[in-house]
């Protein structure tokens, strides 16, 4: 199989190098918007000889199709910014190959708490499917971490309880990052502002979606050792708008642990307005107003934090439901290492726990083991193959499932 990368930024070039080294995979070809930038990123990795680098402008469809037909791509996986996707997901269906992607455009539907809502940003990949399948192609999407594997567990706990009561997706990290004092965010500065502060947080809740508004309610988390107890919040994240229509369960919720003092940055820059992503007139010169904050941030691909955090990393699904008329909570989830994953890749646990779900699912796409068609997310799928292949591929999980007490809750603020 021939795979096209998009976006040869830490994620991207993960997956690269996972990919090389594997017999199913004839060439991977990374590709950004600058030819140097993905050469570059080839340059940093060792293995055998089939990487390529090509440049490719996500925001032309057009340009895509070219590339995308002159190297002859079987899959493309999308690793840039959401505000891509649908732009790179239209310019692959019409180059006749098959495509994955780690999340969604949360941007694209912009309802507010108290609204009715009528659609959720997945639909405008979901209701494509017809036309995918009728293509005999395949589209995977939200494959990263969270969502992604997160789901994949949630499926997998489900699939072995009688009835599910409620779905909690979970995000914990306790890392520090050496050299810096301001607000650093360990993926995109961009989709970080979006998720946490601009947009409301969507949840699933008896049959129907409402939103929360931003940053108004937590809980602390017991996650485990060695990251313990940490404040967790609502913010809006992927997983309640697939899981709820998979997985038949009353309630469906994602949350995510921030320090008191990034939640406080977080409030004032929402109240000052620049979490904005619409351009403002400022002296006669159209600017975001997040563009800005964002440029004042930095990279997560900066050699400093890459090498500079320590710390650990989880995701896991909380699932709980009953068994034979017994209550239980199933929990699945994976630790992650920041030093160790740096050791390895060169990249912090955050990068490596979104490549290689991808990464996993490219190889059984290779092999003729995921044989669906149309668009999906992974909770669509079989669980049990994928978590084999999880663990083949050096993405390790864990779980708990015990008969429900008060020790398997959050303990509510």
Not at 201 to 220: D, F, I, K, M, Q
């Amino acid at each position: 199989m021939r795979v096209l990368i998009i976006g040869a930024g830490a994620i991207g070039s993960v997956i690269a190098k996972i990919l090389q080294s594997r017999s199913e995979f004839e060439e991977i070809i990374l590709a950004d918007l600058k030819q140097e930038t993905a050469q570059r990123m080839i340059g940093n990795l060792s293995g055998p000889a089939k990487l390529t680098a090509i440049a490719m402008n996500a925001n032309n469809i057009a340009d895509m199709k070219k590339g995308i037909k002159d190297v002859k791509a079987d899959l493309v996986i999308n690793a840039t910014l959401p505000r891509f996707f649908l732009k790179i997901m239209r310019a692959t269906f019409e180059s006749g190959a098959n495509y994955m992607d780690m999340a969604t455009d949360i941007g694209v539907a912009n309802s507010r708490a108290g609204d009715r809502i009528h659609k959720v940003p997945i639909d405008y990949q979901l209701e494509q499917s017809d036309a995918w399948k009728r293509a005999g192609l395949a589209a995977m999407v939200c494959w990263g971490a969270d969502p992604g594997a997160v789901n994949v567990f949630a499926r997998y706990a489900a699939d072995q309880l009688d009835s599910v009561d409620r779905i909690l997706v979970r995000d914990g990290d306790n890392a520090s990052t050496g050299g810096f004092d301001g607000l650093v965010s360990l993926w995109s500065p961009d989709t970080f502002i979006e998720e946490v502060a601009y947009a409301d947080a969507l949840v699933w809740t008896n049959g129907h979606y409402e939103r929360v508004p931003s940053l108004t309610r937590s809980e602390v988390w017991d996650f485990p050792q060695p990251i313990g107890k940490l404040r967790v919040w609502a913010v809006d994240h992927e997983e309640p708008q697939t899981l709820g229509r998979y997985i038949k369960c009353n309630e469906c919720n994602f949350m995510i642990s921030l320090s008191t003092e990034t939640v406080e940055t977080m409030r004032v820059l929402k109240k000052l307005g620049l979490v904005n992503p619409s351009p403002i007139n400022v002296k006669g010169i159209e600017v975001a107003p997040r563009d800005v904050v964002t440029a004042c941030m930095p990279s997560p691909n900066d050699h400093r934090i890459q090498s500079g955090t320590n710390g650990y990393t989880c995701i896991g699904s909380m699932v709980i439901g009953e068994k034979a008329g017994k209550r239980y909570g199933h929990y699945i989830y994976n630790m992650m290492s920041h030093a160790e994953a740096y050791a390895l890749y060169g990249v912090t646990a955050t990068a490596l726990q979104t490549a290689l779900p991808p990464a996993t699912a490219a190889t059984l796409l290779a092999r003729g083991e995921i044989k669906e068609k149309g668009v999906f997310p992974p909770e669509a799928l079989a669980p049990k193959p994928i978590m084999k292949a999880f663990t083949e591929l050096g993405f390790q999980w864990n779980e708990m499932k015990k008969e429900e007490t008060p020790l398997l809750l959050p303990l509510l603020a």
